[in-house]
């Protein structure tokens, strides 16, 4: 299982990857694990803000439905739409072609409450 260094991860399961102002957003390698198979994601194309611990849509695998939580406050930039047509990407590609949405965050201090890579590892019991 992959653990990448440079990104954030949530109670939820969620990583966050930050680039200047923008979050990018995704699902944990654990997550997608133990989630199964990934065939369907819904995050509403019209999507314009989100906030903090506010869920933004679903994915769906073989074994169950699960929310999708933002971690911090913001404008919604771009939301991956190629995951529509595949997600099974999301358990190919978590950390790359797998990412959900990029947020303009508008406080970033929210990061300071996310766990870094040991703290989650832990988490998950890894």
């Given at each position: 299982m992959?653990?990448?260094?440079?990104?954030?991860?949530?109670?939820?399961?969620?990583?966050?990857?930050?680039?200047?102002?923008?979050a990018i957003l995704g699902v944990s390698d654990h997550a997608q694990s133990e989630l199964g198979d990934v065939v369907y994601v819904d995050i509403d194309e019209d999507l314009e803000e989100v906030e903090a611990g506010s869920d933004f849509g679903t994915i769906e695998a073989v074994k169950t439905v699960a929310d999708l939580y933002s971690p911090v406050d913001g404008k919604v930039k771009e939301i991956n739409s190629a995951i529509n047509d595949n997600p099974e990407t999301i358990n190919s590609d978590p950390y790359g072609d797998g990412w959900l949405i990029k947020i303009e965050m508008s406080d970033s201090s929210q990061l300071d409450s996310l766990m870094d890579t040991d703290t989650y590892k832990d988490f998950v019991g890894q």
């Open positions: 992959k653990f990448p260094e440079n990104l954030k991860y949530t109670k939820e399961h969620e990583w966050i990857k930050v680039e200047g102002n923008v």
